[in-house]
């Protein structure tokens, strides 16, 4: 059974900073894609960043230069390193996973960004 287990959200005060960690399991293909999403209340979830299985990384506008996306293959662990974080950084983060052709969604972690 594939499962995506997510951690490291909470709440921070503006200027902090917080990593997110999904660590996936029971997939037994490469994986490929690793991502993080995010979904504001109101709001579409959005593709914050991304990374594939060669290193290579994007991310979004509103993120780049305060966010890092990192993964560890070994242990197919995705992780999101998160500063100078602001109250419209508050959202919750899923995690993505695609191993084959197949996507695989995290359950979500709340991240609250006080002003």
């Known amino acids: 059974q594939v499962q995506l287990v997510e951690s490291g959200g909470g709440l921070v005060q503006a200027g902090g900073s917080l990593r997110l960690s999904c660590a996936a399991s029971g997939i037994s293909f490469s994986i490929t894609s690793m991502r993080w999403y995010r979904q504001a209340p109101g709001k579409q979830r959005e593709l914050v960043a991304s990374?594939?299985?060669?290193?290579?990384?994007n991310y979004s506008d509103s993120v780049k230069d305060r966010f890092t996306i990192s993964r560890d293959n070994a242990k197919k662990t995705v992780y999101l390193q998160m500063n100078d974080l602001k109250p419209e950084d508050t959202a919750v983060y899923y995690c993505?996973?695609?191993?084959?052709?197949?996507?695989?969604w995290g359950q979500g972690t709340q991240v609250t960004v006080s002003s």
């Open positions: 993505y996973v695609r191993a084959s052709l197949r996507v695989f």
């Open positions: 990374t594939t299985s060669s290193g290579d990384t």
